[in-house]
């Protein structure tokens, strides 16, 4: 059955959920065209064009055979998008995405996201920065803790997993570090799920679920996990 693109108007956190089926698709074509290049750093060139946009293939240093056949595929992809092609809805969901339903800023793809995320991020950065740096004499552990989970309850999933994407793909490495603990001691990716993240990425090896814990837990709280979904 033909479908066509219905164009609408996207607002608030819902976008988060559009901009991550984005990031989705525009990975799984680049696994299709990879050779010789991991994962985590499929995910950075994956995540550099969500947020800076595809540029001519000029732009770029990298003239590997994967980066010319990924740019390929993705400036084809969007001008079917920009042709409306009838027939496409389906295509794109087989062919790409994996996903039994996708949805999109029509006229945005691989435009780049900058401007919304690089505000956002660093917005949200600097007040999780200042509740931690905060002396503990002034506030312990437990209330810096409380305000964070007051200011993580306004994060949807959504917003978590493009806030884990962030920080994987390189672009938000303070997030968690030698230095910052924001994801493991302060829990700011609590709500994060498996089932929200490509399955290239585990999040079981990622944070090193099954070994003991070596981030801070509240006092006498024995199931103060680091994700929601381990409880």
Excluded at 47 to 64: A, E, N, R, T, V
Aim: some cysteine.
């Amino acid at each position: 059955m033909e479908q066509s693109f219905r164009v609408e108007e996207i607002k608030g956190r819902n976008t988060f959920s559009y901009l991550l089926d984005e990031l989705s698709v525009i990975y799984s074509i680049g696994v299709k065209n990879r050779v010789d290049i991991s994962s985590k750093d499929l995910l950075h060139r994956a995540y550099s064009i969500l947020f800076h946009g595809l540029k001519p293939l000029d732009h770029y240093q990298d003239k590997s055979q994967t980066l010319i056949q990924f740019h390929k595929h993705l400036d084809g992809l969007n001008q079917e998008l920009s042709n409306q092609l009838p027939t496409y809805h389906a295509y794109f969901i087989k062919d790409y995405s994996g996903l039994d339903t996708i949805k999109f800023m029509h006229s945005s793809f691989v435009s780049g996201k900058s401007s919304m995320l690089g505000h956002y991020f660093r917005h949200l950065y600097q007040c999780v920065k200042f509740v931690v740096e905060q002396d503990e004499a002034f506030l312990c552990y437990q209330t810096k803790r409380e305000y964070l989970k007051i200011l993580r309850a306004q994060l949807s999933n959504h917003e978590q997993a493009l806030l884990f994407y962030n920080w994987l793909a390189d672009f938000g490495g303070n997030w968690e570090s030698d230095d910052n603990k924001f994801f493991s001691d302060y829990r700011m990716i609590h709500n994060l799920d498996q089932e929200l993240i490509l399955s290239d990425f585990n999040l079981t090896d990622i944070f090193n679920l099954n070994s003991k814990p070596t981030y801070r837990k509240l006092s006498g709280k024995a199931d103060d996990f680091l994700f929601e979904f381990q409880g």
